[in-house]
């Protein structure tokens, strides 16, 4: 079990860096970071709480966004489910964000910024499963 959550933590980081690198040296790059921000802060407005502080909540979000991607990773990219689960998930943060109430536009208002972030999730997918290979 804990080979599947090194895996899927392995994932996760990838996932993050590649969005990070890209996010900050490109133009219209995905900002999954502002989705997650935003659903971090609505999802706090429920028991009268806010991060105000944007470092803060940046950091916040990134380690609920390891945490979370790490364990949807280790769940799913370990099996027979691997690279589906890359794509089903990029897809998810694509179309979700809107019927949550969330501003999708940093994910999803051009088909460059769409294709890029199922594209990620995948990239995910498939080192979460390359590690999970080598350590099992």
Do not use: C
Not at 43 to 69: E, F, R, S, W
Not at 77 to 86: D, E, L, P
């Amino acid at each position: 079990m804990y080979k599947k959550i090194l895996a899927g933590l392995g994932g996760a980081i990838a996932v993050n860096l590649l969005h990070e690198a890209i996010r900050k040296n490109f133009d219209n790059a995905p900002q999954i970071n502002k989705v997650g921000e935003e659903a971090l802060n609505k999802a706090l407005d429920k028991v009268d709480m806010k991060i105000t502080n944007p470092d803060q909540l940046y950091a916040a979000t990134l380690a609920g966004d390891v945490i979370g991607n790490g364990i949807y990773y280790a769940t799913t990219a370990t099996s027979g489910f691997n690279v589906a689960s890359g794509l089903l998930m990029g897809l998810g943060t694509v179309a979700l964000p809107e019927k949550l109430g969330l501003d999708d536009s940093p994910v999803a208002s051009t088909t460059e910024k769409k294709v890029m972030t199922v594209a990620y999730y995948l990239f995910g997918a498939i080192v979460t499963k390359w590690i999970y290979d080598k350590i099992k």
